[in-house]
Every structure is written in C-alpha cells, then in structure tokens.
C-alpha cells in the first residue's frame, strides 16, 4: 500500500476514535511538533503516537475493523509498529507501560528506554482541538542522536525558537550552515 499524507482531518478522525474508546493517547513526531507550535508546518506521512499498553487492544480491533493492518517493516517490535489502512494512512505506534511514578517504560524495561513523565504533559492543537502530546523540550531531545535531516531541521529549531530552547549539538551544523 502506497504511503498517503495524514492530513489534520486524519488526525482528528483518529482522535475521535480514540474518544469514543475512552483511550487516552499523545502524539509524537511531527504532528506533536506542530500540535505543540498551533499550526501545520508541513506534510506529514504518518501519525507517531503513544500508547499505553492495556489500551491497545481496543484500538487494534477498532483499526481493523476500518481495514488497517500491519505494514510490515524489519525494525517492527511489539511495542514500534506501524499499521496501514487501504488508502495509504499510516499510524505509528509507541507502546508504552507506564509505572508508579508516571515514566513511560517503552519496550523491556531492561532496555532502559522511556518516555519520561514530563514528556507526557504537552499540550496542543491540530486544526484547533486541543491534544494531548509530548512536550516541546522532550521532542527536542528525542530529536537526537540519529543522523539528522532538514526536517528534523525544521521541526527543532521551530520548537527551539518558539519555546526558548537550547540547539542540541546534534544540529549546529545547520546552524553553521545558515551562517554562511
């Protein structure tokens, strides 16, 4: 299945389901990017979201049952894995468990990989409804330690501008670059 841009009317018809369900979810990637700067700053080609574990279930069922299905993908884990509808609408999905104190535990909790618990408190809007998302600090840093590119770019240095934060070192060479 060719891959399709989830548009804001994509966005809130997941989220609408997701409501119906009483499953709370936040968003992440690029759709948290603009939900936490109020406004669409480009395409996207699919919706990153986190999900606690002990929902997943319904919404699987309600997905497939609206035709999505597992996009298959080498790097798929049981909690990082995309489904697909017929269209080309892609949902990427980040499961997460979270503990007594609020830490998102994302995959074995040997791994040590988490979405901690202020990670878990943004706020925004898509299309003019409110969200719920990973804040603007925590997407700068998981905007990290992987080799960047312009969209990645353009995403953090929005938030950086927007919300008073530090450039990570991973993106001075733009920086460098709009310098010259």
């Known amino acids: 299945m060719p891959a399709s841009e989830m548009t804001a009317a994509d966005v809130h018809a997941f989220l609408d389901l997701t409501d119906r369900l009483g499953v709370r979810v936040w968003l992440d990637g690029g759709w948290a990017v603009d939900a936490c700067l109020g406004v669409q700053t480009r395409p996207h080609g699919d919706l990153d979201l986190a999900i606690q574990q002990t929902d997943l279930p319904a919404v699987l069922a309600a997905l497939h049952a609206e035709g999505y299905e597992p996009v298959p993908r080498d790097d798929a884990t049981p909690w990082n894995f995309v489904l697909g509808d017929p269209a080309g609408h892609l949902i990427d ?36 409804r409110e969200v719920a998302c990973v804040s603007p600090e925590w997407l700068v840093r ?39």
């Open 93 to 128: 999905f980040h499961v997460i468990v979270l503990d007594e104190d609020g830490h998102g535990v994302y995959g074995p909790p040997e791994n040590g990989e988490r979405y901690p618990a202020d990670a878990l408190t943004g706020k925004g809007r898509i299309g003019g």
């Open 142 to 180: 998981f905007h990290t330690g992987y080799a960047v590119d312009a969209d990645d770019w353009a995403d953090v240095s929005a938030l950086c501008e927007r919300f008073g934060l530090a450039v990570p070192e991973d993106y001075r060479h733009f920086q460098s670059s709009r310098a010259d």
